[in-house]
């Protein structure tokens, strides 16, 4: 088949964009499918080919779904699929010329938003990515597919030299690290950032051992959180905090780096309001490094090694999106901190215990894996359907005596 | 007159060629009968079979692929066969020479070199006459065990499977295109067992 991919562009270093840099390529090598990838962010003013797969640029209306049919006619496409946040996506242009829309879109709230549905039920087929997701789908009438984001298990996995990644990072040997990864966007925070950062100053004023990584912008340059301010606010010491580079974090870090710094946490904390997916987390676990989550939305279905923040210790809150999603209490965070801190401190944070983390990462989340087990028999799928759609335009059966 | 029916898709349009000449060539009088396209070979192997019954003359229906070469007189030896009353398990062998399968117990299970009317499971080249495809179509749209399904039709009519060694072809292993019909064998063995079920229930059982 044809597929064509609108998203962000594969080299955006955006949640989107890695999806995107992570399975196009598959779809072309692995399941042998034609791809082109086009722009809603990354991309502007000409055509470009990455790793053998053309890009379309970026039209003129913020989406760019002004252009988006006329690319998938330039391109002969049988499919168009999109990642992106589907409430914001306009299924009268994506079809405006006949094509299959395919979003493989988030569900981060409880039911699924209204906004949400309204778009999607348009869709040739929608594809979730968690199976909170495709539960909330399903409740509301909705014939949905799941298929899962992924990770490269060959990059994300427990380094061999763990001292020397810390060391790099000026992680302290005998400091108990917690970090957090996540977009500091918005108001109020999705990711829940106040209340892990109090969450976390409550265990660091108990232990003091306690150190926080933070891989994020911590300004208000993406309307997110004073985090810097914050912080100071909070009393957590200057040199109890990590901050990753703020430049390099604009042009993005190396995913191998990536790898070396979730293996140098103890904890990873991603306690959101709600979760679409979460990359971070699994990048984490892959890496050997448990999370503490909250247990709502898709966050249930992705610890494999952690603690989870009981539902009734957070505060259902209304989304403007129509949609419950669940600010968490400190307190509750604070005690799974606690928890995570006693594993460390008695010393049952193992090598054999990330490892083992490690390979129930890889068996429910690899990219090749995901490739081979449920994209490849969704887009075998769609082609029969769409061959069942053409049975009248079938060539004639030719008869040569 | 035989009715050679053959399937194919974008892409192999060389093996068809080859295929073509090899059938014109085998010293049977055959039509040809081309179906492009079809998402199965099941679905295939029935809009061909099914054209070949508005055809004048045709005695034999022979469901095929598009690489296969049969060897001079494989079509008569299979007609023979099937005017004692037999479905013939055609005889295979790989382009090299080397056996393929002599006969088939169905389901993947490739019996080796064994003797003339040896009773086996399937054919995976059906050889009947046209009242027989009457009698059992439609053939279900799928890809893998197809040919089981309808080996499994025919016994229900009465016929037997056998080998049949002068029913021998040469299977050119094409495999372009043919990816995505390989990841689907699974779903395919689901339908075909399934498409027996809804065929064998009695009207009480229905």
């Not at chain 1, 049952?348 to 490739?371: L, N, S």
């Not at chain 2, 072809?169 to 094409?174: A, N, R």
Request: aromatic share 10%; net charge negative.
């Amino acid at each position: 088949m044809r597929l064509m991919m609108h998203s962000n562009m594969p080299w955006a270093s955006t949640g989107y964009g890695v999806q995107v840099a992570t399975f196009a390529p598959r779809w072309r090598q692995m399941l042998g499918h034609d791809v082109a990838l086009t722009s809603i962010y990354g991309l502007q003013g000409g055509m470009l080919t990455w790793n053998g797969i053309p890009c379309y640029p970026a039209g003129f209306e913020g989406l760019s779904q002004d252009v988006l049919p006329q690319h998938a006619d330039h391109f002969k496409a049988d499919l168009i699929l999109t990642l992106f946040d589907a409430w914001v996506l306009n299924p009268d242009m994506i079809q405006a010329r006949g094509h299959r829309w395919v979003p493989w879109f988030p569900i981060d709230s409880e039911p699924i938003p209204a906004a949400v549905l309204r778009q999607v039920e348009k869709a040739w087929q929608p594809v979730v990515f968690s199976r909170f997701g495709e539960r909330m789908a399903r409740d509301a009438g909705l014939d949905v597919r799941y298929v899962p984001h992924g990770i490269d298990t060959t990059v994300y996995r427990p380094v061999a030299d763990r001292a020397a990644e810390r060391a790099q990072r000026t992680f302290p040997e005998d400091r108990f690290v917690v970090g957090i990864v996540a977009a500091n966007k918005g108001f109020p925070s999705r990711k829940s950032w106040p209340e892990m950062l109090e969450a976390f100053a409550r265990l660091h004023r108990r232990h003091p051992e306690a150190m926080l990584y933070l891989h994020t912008f911590v300004g208000t340059e993406m309307t997110g959180v004073n985090i810097a301010e914050y912080v100071d606010h909070l009393g957590i010491p200057a040199e109890a905090v990590r901050v990753c580079e703020q430049y390099q974090n604009t042009i993005g870090f190396p995913p191998e780096w990536m790898a070396g710094m979730f293996s140098s946490l103890d904890v990873l904390m991603n306690v959101a309001m709600g979760e679409g997916f979460g990359v971070p987390p699994v990048e984490a676990q892959a890496c050997g490094t448990p999370v503490v989550l909250g247990d709502w939305t898709a966050m249930s279905e992705l610890c494999l090694d952690g603690w989870l923040v009981p539902k009734d210790e957070a505060d259902r809150w209304w989304t403007p999106q129509a949609a419950y999603q669940f600010k968490p209490r400190v307190g509750a965070i604070e005690a799974a901190l606690e928890e995570a801190f006693d594993d460390w401190s008695a010393g049952r944070m193992t090598d054999e215990r990330r490892r083992d983390t490690a390979a129930k990462v890889a068996a429910r989340y690899d990219a090749d894996m995901v490739t081979r087990e449920f994209w490849g028999p969704f887009f075998d799928e769609c082609a029969e359907r769409i061959h069942a759609e053409a049975a009248g335009d079938l060539p004639p059966v030719e008869v040569a005596a | 007159m035989i009715a050679v029916v053959i399937p194919t898709i974008r892409g192999r349009e060389a093996l068809y060629e080859r295929t073509v000449a090899a059938y014109r060539a085998c010293g049977s009088e055959v039509t040809i009968i081309t179906v492009r396209d079809r998402p199965t070979i099941g679905q295939a192997w029935g809009d061909g079979a099914d054209a070949a019954l508005n055809v004048e003359g045709v005695e034999f229906i022979h469901l095929s692929a598009d690489d296969v070469e049969p060897h001079p007189g494989a079509l008569e030896a299979a007609a023979e066969a099937v005017r004692f009353g037999i479905y013939p398990s055609p005889r295979i062998v790989n382009v090299d020479g080397s056996l393929h399968s002599c006969g088939t117990m169905g389901g993947g299970m490739l019996l080796p070199e064994c003797g003339n009317d040896t009773v086996c499971g399937t054919s995976p080249f059906p050889f009947m006459r046209h009242e027989m495809w009457t009698a059992i179509r439609p053939c279900p749209r799928i890809g893998y065990y197809a040919d089981d399904w309808l080996a499994w039709a025919v016994r229900e009519q009465g016929l037997e499977v056998r080998v049949s060694r002068g029913y021998t072809l040469t299977h050119l292993e094409g495999t372009v295109g043919r990816d995505r019909v390989v990841r689907r064998s699974g779903a395919d063995r689901a339908a075909f067992l399934q498409a027996v079920a809804d065929r064998a229930l009695s009207p009480v059982e229905a």
